[in-house]
């Protein structure tokens, strides 16, 4: 199990910086299509990366299933 299925201080801590936005201002329940600077290019960034960083292959289909960051969290723990 990587760090980014194991805790969820380190999950939003990556989604901050990967969306590059302050950690304080991320939790669980925020609908990530909701932030500021999301869009189709943050979306393709944040899958790579989770690929990268985990191993857990996730796709465009996938993220567009999930609404919540906490849903991106279980979507990834149950997978990892």
């Known amino acids: 199990m990587s760090a980014i299925t194991y805790n969820t201080e380190y999950f939003i801590e990556f989604v901050s910086k990967e969306l590059m936005i302050a950690p304080s201002n991320l939790n669980l329940n925020h609908h990530f299509r909701e932030l500021d600077n999301w869009s189709s290019?943050?979306?393709?960034?944040?899958?790579?990366?989770?690929?990268?960083?985990?191993?857990?292959?996730?796709?465009?289909?996938?993220?567009?299933?999930?609404?919540?960051?906490?849903?991106?969290?279980?979507?990834?723990?149950?997978?990892?």
């Open 41 to 80: 290019l943050n979306a393709l960034i944040l899958i790579s990366r989770i690929n990268e960083e985990t191993g857990i292959t996730i796709n465009a289909s996938d993220l567009s299933r999930l609404t919540t960051l906490g849903d991106l969290y279980m979507f990834l723990s149950n997978r990892g």
